[in-house]
């Protein structure tokens, strides 16, 4: 069975504050031993002295500080040996080490599955079930090196598509450069094993190493991983980290869905929404509440869920219930292909009354139904994504015979909302009347000139403690303004 190693046991955030504390206490020129590091600890980061002394153990069984005796040439202690700790040097070439020591997933230390393919370790806990070893074999692949199998697209396209998510990592990164540290820190390394930026992963796209999307992804998630570990999972760094592994998951996803809907989407030429794409997406009419149809194109189906994204300016997408069936779509197109559409409008209009009202439907295929008659070109309003249909269609014939039925409800609803738009406005002013008397009444408690208690009331907003601040505050300002009647 695959065997479970530890890599290291240390907190990597506590590792560094153990560092800094050695830092300065050598800068001291003082020998940094475990009382003076247990006093720095807890006075700077408010951390238990067992925890110190424990952590600082774990640090130096990882190699990460080195604990030396060192005799004390100074005070009450010189000649005596003492027990000192120092930064690891260059004594342990860290660049031979063939995994990480933190688990990919929670960026902790502990017993880790080392991946056989790549330098990845994760925890048994923090893997899919799918993804555990579950026979005896000593052979075991990482989450990542699997799904790299799968060959997506042709380099060449694959670097086209990518292209324009790193652009969008460049404007993230640029954030993450401002706020944090240099990468050839000198305890980097140290912490670090793989290290990755921005303008590396630009780099392997532009010598089109990348195979797949899944090998894309895991380098975004292995920057992600490196900053959590050197600044913190609190940190700023890591949030925008974060920010930006959680936009190149969206970004590819996007991807995946359509590759022709998201190279257009980024090219952005003339009327780029119209184009077709392989394979076709399927065309609806789709209504939201409190909007008329509009037509969209499906870009994914979850059980009876549709994704739609509509047509026109802004390009919104929603998830609709498809509520129609293909058999009633069916039955629905031959009505529509009977000879009765011939007949005149009066005709229509009254076999429009006969009829059953239509179902309330959320989308609609285009597909399926297809109406005998087009309808002619009109003005859409984008902001409200509402469509006037012509005359022609049976949804308005049959609307426009409820038309003198809803006018004294819109009647209603205008009275309504006209009553709840006067009392706010009123309310509004009553709230206003109440602020500026209250600001009055604040300002006449305080003089005018040194903000005591006042006592002597001058005009409508000035009033003093004294005679003193008064004369005086006549004589600067309030001679030319003063309001009171005399």
């Given at each position: 069975m695959v065997r479970l190693t530890k890599r290291r046991l240390s907190d990597s955030q506590v590792v560094q504050r153990l560092w800094n504390a050695i830092e300065v206490i050598r800068n001291q020129k003082q020998i940094a031993n475990l009382d003076r590091i247990t006093k720095f600890m807890s006075r700077l980061h408010s951390m238990h002295p067992k925890d110190t002394n424990r952590q600082l153990g774990l640090a130096v069984k990882d190699g990460l500080i080195v604990e030396t005796l060192t005799v004390g040439c100074k005070g009450s202690k010189a000649g005596i040996e003492q027990e000192g700790y120092w930064l690891p040097g260059d004594e342990i070439d860290w660049n031979v080490?063939?995994?990480?020591?933190?688990?990919?997933?929670?960026?902790?230390?502990?017993?880790?599955?080392?991946?056989?393919?790549?330098?990845?370790?994760?925890?048994?806990?923090?893997?899919?079930?799918?993804?555990?070893?579950?026979?005896?074999?000593?052979?075991?692949?990482?989450?990542?090196?699997?799904?790299?199998?799968?060959?997506?697209?042709?380099?060449?396209a694959m670097g086209r598509y990518l292209g324009y998510i790193v652009s969008r990592m460049k404007e993230r990164a640029s954030e993450l450069g401002k706020k944090g540290k240099e990468s050839k820190h000198p305890m980097y390394r140290r912490l670090v094993h793989t290290p990755i930026d921005v303008a590396s992963i630009q780099e392997k796209l532009n010598e089109n190493k990348y195979k797949s999307f899944d090998e894309f992804k895991s380098d975004a998630q292995l920057l992600l991983h490196n900053t959590i570990l050197f600044y913190g999972a609190d940190s700023d760094q890591a949030e925008v980290a974060r920010a930006l592994f959680k936009d190149t998951c969206h970004e590819l996803a996007e991807l995946q869905l359509c590759k022709n809907c998201f190279y257009l989407s980024n090219s952005r030429p003339e009327n780029w929404f119209c184009y077709p794409c392989v394979p076709n997406h399927e065309l609806v009419w789709a209504r939201m509440k409190g909007f008329g149809f509009w037509p969209a194109k499906v870009m994914q189906r979850q059980d009876n869920q549709v994704d739609v994204r509509f047509f026109g300016h802004h390009h919104q997408r929603?998830?609709?219930?498809?509520?129609?069936?293909?058999?009633?779509?069916?039955?629905?197109?031959?009505?529509?292909?009977?000879?009765?559409?011939?007949?005149?409008?009066?005709?229509?209009?009254?076999?429009?009354?006969?009829?059953?009202?239509?179902?309330?439907?959320?989308?609609?295929?285009?597909?399926?139904?297809?109406?005998?008659?087009?309808?002619?070109?009109?003005?859409?309003?984008?902001?409200?994504?509402?469509?006037?249909?012509?005359?022609?269609?049976?949804?308005?014939?049959?609307?426009?015979?409820?038309?003198?039925?809803?006018?004294?409800?819109?009647?209603?609803?205008?009275?309504k909302y006209t009553k709840i738009f006067n009392d706010f406005k009123e309310r509004m002013k009553a709230e206003q009347k109440r602020e500026t008397e209250r600001v009055v009444r604040e300002a006449l408690e305080k003089c005018y000139n040194c903000e005591e208690e006042a006592m002597y009331h001058c005009c409508w907003n000035t009033s003093y403690c004294s005679i003193k601040c008064q004369q005086e505050h006549w004589h600067a300002e309030h001679k030319r303004t003063c309001r009171r009647k005399r």
């Open positions: 080490e063939s995994h990480d020591w933190y688990c990919m997933e929670c960026h902790i230390a502990g017993e880790i599955l080392t991946c056989d393919s790549c330098f990845r370790v994760y925890h048994p806990k923090c893997l899919p079930d799918e993804f555990r070893p579950q026979d005896s074999s000593s052979h075991w692949q990482c989450q990542v090196c699997k799904s790299m199998k799968k060959k997506n697209t042709t380099k060449q929603a998830y609709f219930k498809l509520l129609l069936c293909e058999k009633e779509l069916l039955g629905k197109q031959k009505s529509t292909q009977e000879p009765k559409n011939k007949k005149s409008r009066r005709n229509q209009h009254s076999d429009a009354k006969d009829e059953e009202p239509e179902p309330e439907i959320e989308a609609v295929s285009s597909s399926q139904e297809i109406p005998s008659v087009p309808p002619q070109t009109e003005k859409v309003s984008i902001a409200t994504q509402t469509k006037k249909l012509s005359a022609s269609s049976p949804r308005m014939l049959h609307r426009s015979t409820q038309t003198n039925n809803d006018i004294p409800c819109q009647n209603m609803c205008h009275e």
